[in-house]
């Protein structure tokens, strides 16, 4: 048995599994190396390529290699159409990516792989994480749960401390900020708050380099490179500004030569520069952190630690920005790169114990970890109400912080005594929010009611949140017994169950 933790990054996908003494490993690819990158390139007749191959692949021809699909992942837009007239979403890009990990493990253990835990940023809607699902699902992987991926980091910290302590985990990686507040307490892990941004990531910072070294290279040579006539240009730009940003974290300036079309450039970047190029990126960071300790009732006091998750906490204005904002020295005592996957391993293993499997692994039958992990929502979720003066906002059943599983009942009134349909929409958002600033994810519609005089709050919702914090939503009227229900796909658009017709 190969009890599996997948975390899918937006720039590098990374594999654990736990060895036979019960610990959580890296499972390295194919080529030997700990990370995958998060990259698929197509090539006619072929099946596609998957990480290193793929990004040298590209660099000749960038056209056909496709990277950072996780910042869309659930999204239906076509990010590639191959010569057969196939489409690609970024879920299937996401699948062939997954695909692609699976056959190294299964290569590096001579084992099938069939099931493991999958991790997804904490703020990732709905229909991204049955994306995510979905993903696994078609490279022939069940899901058995999704984790957040700051929870999974929280849990490998808290295993690997084995003492009672509150925290919190900053992980800042190529894509997504996320910001989570946990409490370590005997073997329960408890998640009391997340939060995050959704595009703030080593990317963002890759991205504010890109222009001041192009623009010092346009000044020195008086020639503007465009993408059309020189592409090559552009992806020597883009590795070469990944390599300053990485030297920049151990050095206080760096060098760099960028060349086209016969003339060349020595470009000198400091770590000053870059940093006050990247101000505004910390800045935002730092507030997602007060905001996610602010939430809980806490104050940064309050916490013992903060923990280093995401490649990007290599940043040093990163690391002192939030030792400033929190008092406390930050530290990552598990790689950070790791410690969401090693956790995601983990929590494997919890989730098989609690089927009732033996845990087997290389011959030997290991305990699962001691812990209950309980999650909490990163948004809230409620339906969309009319005010008395028509405007519509979102009244919210379960709030964001609610720990998960959970199911939550509330009652409306129709707007008009004599209505005969009913219309829930199902928003993701705060109390009071309106409608137009909230995410609309889903509609239930009540229909052939009878007309009732009294204005009774008649009509009931129900949500109930499962374990990978996915919504099911169920909608009825009191008075005729109509009910239909929705489980949000968005592979196959909302399913809305046929109304089913009781005696009041
Ligand atoms: N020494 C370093 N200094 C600065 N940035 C670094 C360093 N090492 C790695 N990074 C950045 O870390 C990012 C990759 O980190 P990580 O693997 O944690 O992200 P990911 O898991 O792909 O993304 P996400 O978790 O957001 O989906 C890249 O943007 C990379 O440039
Ligand atoms: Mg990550």
Known sequence: MIVLG??????????????????AQIVLNHRGDPYTPSAVYFEEGRTPIVGVEALAEGFLYPQYVHTCFKRVLGSSDV?????????????????????????????????????????????????????????AEGAGIKAIKLVHEPTAAGIAYALDKNKDFRFGVFDLGGGTLDVSILESKGDRITVLNSTGREKLGGEDFSARLKPHILEQFIKENK???????????????????EQAKIQLSQKNKTRIVVGCQGRQSIVEITRDRFDS???????????????????????????????????????PAVQSALADLTSIVPHCDIEP??????????????ELAKSGKTIMVGGRAIPAPKAFVQESTAHGVGCCVAEKDGTLRNAVILPKGTPIPMTKTDRFALHEEDQTEARIEVLQGDEGQERDECLSIGEIVLSDLPPEHKKSRRIEVTYAIDENGMIHTTGKDLVSGEQAEIRIDYNKGIAQSDSDQQAA
Do not use: W
């Open 6 to 23: 997948i975390d899918v990054g937006t720039t590098r996908s990374k594999v654990s599994a736990l060895d036979d003494t019960g610990r």
């Open 337 to 350: 790169d790791r410690a969401v996957c090693y956790g995601a391993a983990q929590m494997c293993a919890m």
């Open 79 to 135: 990010l590639f159409t191959d010569a057969d007239g196939d489409t690609y979403t970024a879920t299937d890009l996401t699948r062939i990516l997954i695909a692609a990990l699976k056959r190294d493990v299964e290569n590096r253990f001579n084992q099938e792989v069939d099931e493991a835990v999958f991790t997804v940023p904490a703020n990732f809607q709905d229909h991204r994480k049955q994306a995510m699902i979905d993903a």
């Open 223 to 241: 020639y503007e490179p465009t993408q059309e006539s020189d592409p090559l240009f552009f992806q020597e730009l883009a590795d070469k500004v």
């Open 277 to 315: 190029l990247t101000t505004d990126l910390v800045q935002d960071a730092m507030d997602c952190t007060k905001e996610a300790v602010e939430e809980t009732g806490l104050s940064f006091s309050d916490l013992d630690t903060f923990i280093l998750v995401g490649g990007s906490v290599r940043i």
